[in-house]
């Protein structure tokens, strides 16, 4: 046999032992294909592992053990935790958009006509209330209905020129040349456009007449209720990946719970008895250190199981139960006050829609009495969930009336 033959019959040998490695790549590739298909299949709940295992009320659409990419991508799929995610998430931008709005604009949210006027004007900066007045324009143009105009805004101001103070500087006519486009035509006494000027006057002069308070125990509650709504989100979203993966992210969704609770009392406490510091740490270091005890208590490994689900539901009810004696006392103390019982009104309603939230939690109505039929929408953990974001945007609301309130009065 001639060396070309040898090496001709090499060369063959070669390329089918190529051809078979390839034809076994392939294979082995669309294996793998194969299974990470199989594998992000949904499952029913007799096929999880038992850490998955949570709520046998709800029979399919379940996630198991999928790889990390796919797992991401699932917030874009239909699956029994896809309205989990997106509830809380939405939940999440809500309160991110509040606390930009707050921060830029509530400081300056002020209504004229809900001032006391004389009170305020006793706590106000009046010699930079005089500056800010001249700086507008150095000149009075002539108008000839400037007495209209007097007797329209004393109106919405009685007190300014009753007070010695002021009397001097011709408020109401420096407050005139604040606004010359007002009263570039002439007519300048329809009712329409003196009702304008009171609303202009508003905006100029209630920021001279407010010393806003620290904002602090406000953002702090924002703070809260966001890192509870994102926490909450992706622990719905990534539990699925693995036992690890699942056990981080239930231990972040406890703290954001406890977080949430506890932050939520730091502006009622807080503006409530900032007048009265002891009662003001008290009430703060309590609810502090029990957020605490109940985020450290969540760490237990036993606290995840099924079999404590009415604990959890207890636990977390309890800590919003403790913000009852707080809430007594502010009633108590400043039964005089409006702004005491309008924001007890909205910590009631807040109870309300948290612990009707525990309780669906903890019941898990409606999907036992129809085990299968919420596996997609409806179950009770997604109801826990928009109860939730109402109780959180009921506390935003009264937080701002303790702002405003304690803007108006200080101590």
Not at 74 to 97: C, D, K, M, Q, R
Not at 211 to 231: E, K, S
Not at 359 to 375: C, H, N, Q, S
Request: aromatic share 12%; net charge neutral; with cysteine.
């Amino acid at each position: 046999m001639s060396g070309g033959q040898l090496n001709g019959e090499h060369m063959n040998e070669a390329s089918e032992a190529m051809e078979n490695h390839g034809v076994a790549s392939s294979k082995e590739g669309k294996g793998r294909r194969l299974w990470k298909r199989v594998k992000c299949q949904l499952v029913e709940y007799h096929a999880l592992p038992g850490y998955l295992r949570d709520n046998e009320f709800i029979i399919g659409h379940y996630r198991s053990e999928w790889p990390l990419k796919q797992t991401l991508l699932s917030i874009f799929t239909i699956h029994n935790e896809t309205l989990n995610v997106w509830t809380h998430l939405i939940g999440f931008f809500i309160f991110l958009a509040l606390t930009i709005y707050t921060a830029m604009k509530a400081p300056r949210v002020v209504d004229l006509h809900s001032l006391h006027i004389p009170e305020v004007l006793k706590n106000a900066d009046l010699h930079k209330l005089q500056a800010e007045l001249l700086t507008c324009l150095p000149s009075l143009p002539n108008l000839p209905n400037l007495q209209r105009l007097r007797e329209e805004l004393k109106t919405t101001l009685p007190s300014m020129d009753l007070l010695p103070s002021l009397s001097g500087w011709h408020v109401m006519e420096h407050l005139y040349n604040c606004l010359p486009e007002r009263f570039s035509h002439g007519n300048q006494t329809e009712v329409c456009v003196l009702h304008s000027v009171k609303e202009d006057v508003a905006n100029i002069i209630a920021p001279l007449m407010v010393r806003p308070i620290t904002r602090w125990p406000f953002f702090a509650f924002l703070g809260g209720a966001m890192f509870c709504l994102l926490t909450s989100s992706a622990c719905h979203l990534l539990s699925c990946h693995s036992e690890r993966m699942s056990y981080i992210m239930l231990r972040l969704d406890y703290a954001g719970i406890a977080a949430l609770i506890s932050t939520s009392f730091y502006p009622l406490v807080y503006y409530s008895f900032m007048c009265t510091p002891f009662f003001c740490n008290l009430y703060m270091g309590f609810i502090t250190l029990l957020g605490i005890a109940t985020i450290l208590a969540s760490l237990l490994p036993v606290f995840q199981t099924p079999e404590f689900r009415n604990v959890r539901a207890s636990l977390f009810c309890g800590m919003g139960l403790s913000g009852v004696a707080p809430i007594l006392h502010k009633v108590i103390l400043f039964s005089h006050q409006p702004e005491a019982l309008h924001t007890t009104g909205y910590e009631l309603l807040m109870g309300l829609f948290y612990g009707l939230g525990a309780l669906v939690y903890a019941t898990r109505i409606p999907e036992r009495w129809m085990p299968g039929k919420f596996d997609i929408a409806g179950h009770s953990h997604q109801l826990f969930h928009i109860l939730v974001v109402a109780g959180a945007y009921t506390h935003y609301r009264a937080g701002l009336v303790y702002l405003k309130w304690r803007d108006m009065e200080g101590c």
